[in-house]
């Protein structure tokens, strides 16, 4: 009876170790722009570089009735609040990737899973960000242990990142504290 129980406790081993590794926190989604247990939508690029003047001088983000007034990105890519004439002089860094650069992955292919903290200090994988203090207030609806998010090259800020909450489609300035 031995002989009969081990063959079968190493194939359930088995089964069981392939299941456990298919749900990483890291998700690699292909080409796809959806992420099945949020909001859905995953912007496929970060921001392109801005050039030009800000198209709304009141500072609201609000460009359609049912829309944040925060920074979110459209499903069409479109990043609104990047180009809107964010006061520069709040995210000059003196010292831009003084605890080094993030390496561990961006885009939709990456999906990181907040582990903890908050604005000042979170994160994920062993991986530690903080929101920028300008942007703290844009992400006070976050869930700081559980949401899913992705972060982007920021193009026009030297020393930031972007990180975009998938659940609720918005986005704040992060630096990367280090791992």
Known sequence: MRVRIVPLLAACLIFSLSSFAQHDHDHDHGDRDHHDSDRGYIPRR??????????????????????????????NGEWVGHDWGREEAHFHVDHPW?????????????????????????????????????????CDDWYWDRDNITLYDDPDHVGWYLAYNVRLGTYVHVSFLGR
Do not use: I, K
Not at 48 to 74: L, N
Not at 109 to 127: A, D, K, S
């Open 46 to 75: 970060g921001p392109a570089e801005y050039h030009g003047a800000p198209r709304d001088e009141h500072g609201s983000f609000r460009d359609h009735d049912d829309h944040p007034d925060r920074p979110h990105v459209h499903p």
């Open 98 to 138: 003084e605890h080094g650069h993030f390496y561990g992955g961006f885009g939709p292919r990456h999906v990181w899973h907040l582990e903890g903290g908050g604005p000042g200090r979170f994160w994920f994988r062993g991986y530690y960000f903080n929101v920028a203090p300008y942007d703290a207030g844009y």
